[in-house]
């Protein structure tokens, strides 16, 4: 069974900084995804992986997924305030089952 | 542009009683899901379905049923409410695999 785990699981971090967050999962995919969840929000789609070694950037946020490894990373770089939220990787199984990781809430600090 | 819509946005159940969360989209997507986000947790999958009158199950299935008669709609049953089952419930929608999922604004739902 597809397991799909993210860590740190909490990351409070101050502004200007840079992070990574990791998303590892269990099974072969070459399908990634990353979400954004405000609190008390729904998820808003932030990137889509789809081929070994691809890189998708946004703004303060850079996506890669290494499908050899089974390993998605999420890189912020000079974190502000506003990207304080919940961020999810999810997987898409062969399937067609989207299987979400475990969240890692982002917390950024003057 | 409607999107995902869910109802109702907020429900109070007693144990043991019954009810349908409701989702429809209206972006003609064949692929349909539905999870549950317990507080401070992540997602997890409870059914999904990729084509009217085919559904599946996913990481927590039991105690909810689902239909899709539709390709709009993409109801889940649940038929006797247990605490267990007090959580945030997300619909989401997406036009096949290796696209993007859309999700609706959840149904945040209390067994007491």
């Known amino acids: 069974e597809l397991k799909v785990e993210q860590n740190p699981l909490f990351l409070s971090m101050q502004e200007g900084k840079n992070y990574t967050i990791y998303c590892n999962y269990s099974?072969?995919?070459?399908?990634l995804y990353w979400y954004r969840q405000d609190p008390g929000k729904s998820l808003e789609s932030l990137f889509v992986l789809l081929s070994n070694g691809a890189v998708k950037q946004e703004g303060r946020l850079m996506a890669s997924l290494d499908t050899k490894a089974r390993l998605s990373t999420l890189h912020i770089t000079a974190a502000v305030h506003d990207l304080s939220a919940t961020y999810f990787c999810?997987?898409?199984?062969?399937?067609?089952?989207?299987?979400f990781g475990t969240g890692t809430r982002l917390q950024v600090f003057p | 542009n409607a999107g995902v819509t869910q109802t109702p946005k907020f429900r109070i159940l007693k144990i043991g009683q019954s009810m349908t969360l409701q989702c429809t989209q209206d972006m003609n997507h064949n692929y349909m899901y539905w999870y549950r986000q317990d507080p401070g947790m992540g997602l997890k999958l409870i059914y999904y379905s990729v084509g009217a009158g085919i559904t599946d199950k996913g990481e927590v299935p039991n105690g909810y049923n689902v239909s899709r008669s539709t390709t709009e709609d993409f109801p889940l049953r649940l038929e006797l409410a247990a605490p267990s089952q007090t959580s945030v419930y997300f619909c989401?929608?997406?036009?096949?695999?290796?696209?993007?999922?859309?999700f609706g604004q959840g149904t945040r739902l209390t067994v007491v």
């Open positions: 989401a929608s997406r036009s096949q695999g290796l696209t993007e999922a859309f």
């Open positions: 999810a997987v898409d199984m062969n399937t067609d089952k989207l299987i």
């Open positions: 099974t072969t995919s070459d399908r």
